[in-house]
């Protein structure tokens, strides 16, 4: 099992959602509103204001999923994500030592 991550634009969402559903046997996303900023060298700020406001509005994808799905998840987040523009976002992947579904009955699963 695998936990995969992603901030992106808000706007990009829709598309990424709707590909992902495609995807035979996609287990799903949680998906949070967050600010951030990124690596690229910005401009100076003119003034307190103006640095405290150095953010933009992203959205954060996370989900776990099968070692199977990985690939194919990563190919829609990085094909329907990419724009070529400074702000396109990050994705990353980490390995997930157990998981637990909550739901009518309890499974754990081994991974």
Known sequence: ???I???IPPQRLPKIRSALRNIKGFPGMTVS???GCGHH???PTQGIREELT???PKVRVEMVCPDELVEGVL???VEVGHTGQVGDGI???TSV???VRLSEQVIVIEC
């Open 75 to 77: 190919q829609v987040l």
């Open 91 to 93: 994705v990353w992947v």
């Open 97 to 99: 030592e157990r998981m």
């Open 33 to 35: 509103k967050v600010d």
């Open 1 to 3: 099992m695998k936990e």
């Open 54 to 56: 150095d953010y933009s």
């Open 41 to 43: 060298v910005a401009r």
């Open 5 to 7: 991550k992603a901030v």
